[in-house]
């Protein structure tokens, strides 16, 4: 069963590059978040899949804009017989975001979903900071990409703009680095 979700995994960029480092992932988030009830995932993609490596059975909720991914997620959910959900919408258009207020959720995912909305929307930074703003979930973890695609290490991997703008909001967060990835973990209150 495991080897079968590790090829799904492996069938999206993104979560490839993160599938041996899921486990210790979810326990880094845990250990600061605690075990929430709610999970909204945001860009989620195949990330839905990676439920498994959570370690205990909220409800999950995944959003893309991809219709295939949505129906391979939301097989999964049915198969193993898990509370989730894959939806397609649009989480770049902040008008959708009452869809995701209204599943109530407790943390929301953003995996490697800023950078691309913000180069494709032309909003800049000030996209993120009304997504932030605008979901109800008081914790929040976003990740960026600390290699390019030609797989070479930046030279700047933490985000100086988005903890300045963090710290603006007088949000609490840390930070979680994996090989390929940096996630902020945030505190709304």
Known sequence: QVGVIKELLCTNRSTKERVEGYTKLYTEILKITGKQ?????????????SY?????TPK???YDIDLEEKKICNEFFNILGINGKSIVLDCSNLKNLEEVNKQNPDIAFMFKFIDPIEKANGKGHKLSEEIIN???AKLIVISFATKTLSGRKMRYAKRGWFERMLNRLEFKWQVIELDNEIFYVIRKI
């Open 60 to 62: 999950y909720i995944g």
């Open 134 to 136: 605008q979901l109800n």
């Open 37 to 49: 009830q709610v999970i909204a995932d945001l860009g989620a993609g195949l990330n839905p899949i």
């Open 52 to 56: 498994i490596y959570l370690g205990y």
